[in-house]
Structure formats: structure tokens, C-alpha cells
């Protein structure tokens, strides 16, 4: 069980610029969450998807940052526009259907806006 | 939703028990009380998860007593590899995967 996969791990991007962060949960996991870590700062949760489903997105920034999770692929977190604020780790987990025992967590994408 | 207070960091040696007491006063009913480790450059791990008395796995103990208004990550015999910054969470029941991580506490184990 490859666990969930971030790309990339790295992301450099210019002010203005479009980036895409990928996630793809563990085998089995249906529910899929985005979180944003600022330096020396605990994560912040963004949103919470399933498939086809923004089931809860009340930690998304309310311009230039969307979500979605298709019937098939990766979870994409898009960032429009991105300015320096925008730099950050973006973490994902997932879980199952049912049940709350802890979330796997991604090895993050690190987003530089330079 | 219940505030975490946890200490900024704290030293120890290979070989000793960590204790990691994280308090919440303001926990609600139907608030759990779970731990997670981070290293550098990676996310956090899940280690452990309680709402009230002791539980215990492989990898730590966690004590909450009766008022439930504080719990104490137990580590026992600490080795290198668990330097890394470990955050105290209080989850609702009915928004669990709304995790609210504080700044933690940055464990550094020494030789």
C-alpha cells in the first residue's frame, strides 16, 4: 500500500502564476482533505472532498483557490494567481467511507512563490 | 472548540519515558483527544487516540483523567528517531476531520 501520494513535492512558481497540486489517496479511501501548513505554524484545514463532492470547503480561501476530486484521478488542489502569501506546504489525507481512527497524511507539496 | 496549551519544546535522552502533557480545559462531551508526531519535511503521523482512562499501543500511552480537562502523551524509551514536533488535538465527534493543529511541541532526543 503506496499510502497517499503527493506531486509534486516540490513547486516553484512566479507571482501570477497557476499551480496545481496533486493527490492521490490511499487504496480504498473515498474521503480526501487539504491542508495548508505557513512556516512554524500547526496545518490549517482547506477543504474536504469525496468523489465529485465538495462536501465541506469553509477553510478555502474564498478567491483563486479551488478543489476538486474526480470520479477518476488524483484530488487536484488548483491555485490561481498565486502571490507570495501562497507559499506554504499543502498537506493531503484520506480516509475511508466510515470510521475516524486517524488520518493518513501525504508528504506535501511545498509551494514557492518567488 | 476547544483550545490545546502544550509545551514549545522539550528535551530529553535515548533510553528515558517522555511525558507530554497537553491541557484543554474547555473540552466539550463528545470531543476525543488525539495525538499526531511530525518530522521535517513530512506529514503527520497518527499515534494515538483516546476520550477518557488510558489507552495504549505500540507506539505510546495516552492518560486522560476523569475531568478530561488535560491528557499526557506517554513515549517510553525514547530513541533518536523520535525527535519531531507532536501536536495535542481535541476533536469533535461531528466534524472530525476538521483537525485544528496548534505550534505543538518540538521533542529533541539526545545521545
Known amino acids: 500500500n503506496a499510502g497517499v501520494m503527493q506531486n509534486p513535492r516540490h513547486l516553484v512558481r512566479r507571482r501570477g502564476q497557476e499551480a496545481r497540486l496533486r493527490c492521490s489517496p490511499m487504496?480504498?479511501?473515498?474521503?480526501v482533505y487539504w491542508y495548508r501548513q505557513l512556516p512554524e505554524e500547526g496545518l490549517k484545514f482547506m477543504v474536504y472532498?469525496?468523489?465529485?463532492?465538495?462536501?465541506?470547503e469553509s477553510g478555502m480561501p474564498k478567491e483563486r483557490f479551488s478543489a476538486e476530486f474526480p470520479k477518476e484521478g488524483p484530488s487536484i488542489l488548483r491555485i490561481q494567481q498565486v502571490v507570495r502569501g501562497d507559499s506554504a506546504a499543502y498537506f493531503c489525507?484520506?480516509?475511508?467511507?466510515?470510521?475516524?481512527?486517524?488520518?493518513?497524511f501525504g508528504s506535501g507539496t511545498r509551494l514557492t512563490v518567488v | 472548540l476547544a483550545k490545546t496549551t502544550q509545551p514549545i519544546s522539550m528535551d530529553s535522552y535515548e533510553g528515558q519515558e517522555v511525558n507530554i502533557t497537553c491541557s484543554h480545559n474547555?473540552?466539550?462531551?463528545?470531543?476525543?483527544i488525539t495525538w499526531y508526531q511530525q518530522f521535517p519535511s513530512q506529514g503527520p503521523r497518527f499515534i494515538i487516540q483516546?476520550?477518557?482512562t488510558k489507552v495504549t499501543n505500540e507506539v505510546a500511552s495516552l492518560f486522560i483523567p476523569a475531568d478530561r480537562k488535560s491528557s499526557t502523551l506517554s513515549l517510553p524509551r525514547v530513541s533518536l528517531s523520535d525527535t519531531a514536533v507532536y501536536y495535542c488535538?481535541?476533536?469533535?465527534?461531528?466534524?472530525?476531520?476538521?483537525?485544528?493543529f496548534g505550534s505543538g511541541t518540538r521533542l529533541l532526543v539526545r545521545p
Open positions: 489525507a484520506s480516509s475511508p467511507p466510515t470510521g475516524n481512527y486517524g488520518y493518513t
Open positions: 487504496k480504498g479511501h473515498s474521503h
Open positions: 472532498l469525496q468523489k465529485e463532492n465538495i462536501i465541506d
Open positions: 474547555n473540552i466539550a462531551t463528545n470531543d476525543y
Open positions: 483516546g476520550y477518557k
Open positions: 488535538l481535541v476533536v469533535p465527534e461531528d466534524s472530525s476531520y476538521k483537525l485544528i
